[in-house]
């Protein structure tokens, strides 16, 4: 039997597939009959409204909560996710919204946390030289691996947390929100982070609401509406589509807006004939 877990995967190949995912809480249900599909070297992102599922979806993938009903497919293989540990180990990395980090321990430290090499008579050196290696290769602009994370900006922290969440060196990766209250220049910065992950030929899945940013780093758009699919998209699809299938309203401020501008757009036009 082949170990999914090792080996690299080549661009492009199937690394995730979700079929008929569920999910209940009791009489509620957060997940019905979820769909998706993620390729190395591929951004996924998924969007919808709060309440449509998308942090249930993710912790299922990060094997915090099990699915109902549904296979989880990873690399080819039928795969149980029964908890976190497992998750990490076939190569499934997450970093939350919270991002976990430990503010006032050392960019080291936090990148090695619970994973440190000989915990008894830690090797300090070995564990500084892997940090900088993974922050070059990232091209993360930290000035330095022993300060405190404390005195890290929100980019530079996101950046550590990915760093952190490839040193297994998974094959997908979950972000949960990543440049959710955070600046112009330190939302460019993830979003470059992004792209250098998905250059690694990693299969990413983003969750945002921040539709410029789904469309600057993701190759396509999943939508999600009250806990089912509701249409994948490219990230050339027009705000109107994407607000339409993520409220299920055709009829929107979007919408109406657009209209609006089609309809100024076209006396114009007819003014100039």
């Known amino acids: 039997m082949t170990d ?15 079929r008929g995912v569920s999910k209940n809480f009791g009489a509620v249900s957060a997940l019905t009959d979820i769909d998706l ?34 296979t989880v497919t990873f690399r080819g293989a039928p795969v149980t996710l029964s908890n976190p540990s497992t998750a990490l180990n076939l190569g499934i990395a997450t970093v939350f919204q919270d ?18 090499l000989n ?34 900006s929100g980019g530079q922290r996101q950046t550590v947390a ?16 990543p440049t959710a209250a955070l600046g112009v ?43 089912r699919n509701n249409g994948v998209f490219y990230p050339d699809a027009s705000n109107q589509e994407l607000v339409g299938a993520i409220t299920g309203a055709a009829d929107n401020s979007v919408s109406r807006r657009a209209g609006r501008r089609q309809a100024q757009s076209d006396i114009t036009q007819e003014g100039q004939i």
């Open 185 to 227: 220049a330190q939302t460019a910065e993830v979003l470059n982070l992004i792209e250098r992950v998905r250059d690694r030929g990693l299969g990413v899945v983003m969750i945002s609401h921040n539709m410029e940013d789904v469309r600057a780093v993701a190759d396509r758009i999943v939508v999600l509406r009250l806990g």
């Open 99 to 116: 991002l976990a980090l430990c503010e006032n321990l050392d960019v080291v430290a936090n990148i090695f946390l619970g994973r440190e």
């Open 119 to 152: 915990p008894l008579k830690l090797d300090e050196t070995a564990m500084e030289v892997k940090a900088w290696t993974l922050l070059n290769e990232l091209s993360a602009r930290i000035p330095s691996v022993r300060i405190p994370i404390a005195s890290l």
């Open 37 to 70: 599909d993620v390729h190395a070297g591929e951004v996924v992102a998924l969007v919808g409204d709060n309440g449509a599922g998308k942090s249930t979806l993710v912790k299922i993938l990060a094997g915090v909560h099990q699915p109902t009903s549904g």
């Open 4 to 18: 999914i877990s090792d080996g690299a995967v080549p661009s492009g190949e199937l690394v995730l597939s979700l």
């Open 162 to 177: 990915i760093a952190r969440s490839l040193l297994l060196e998974p094959k997908l990766i979950l972000l949960d929100e």
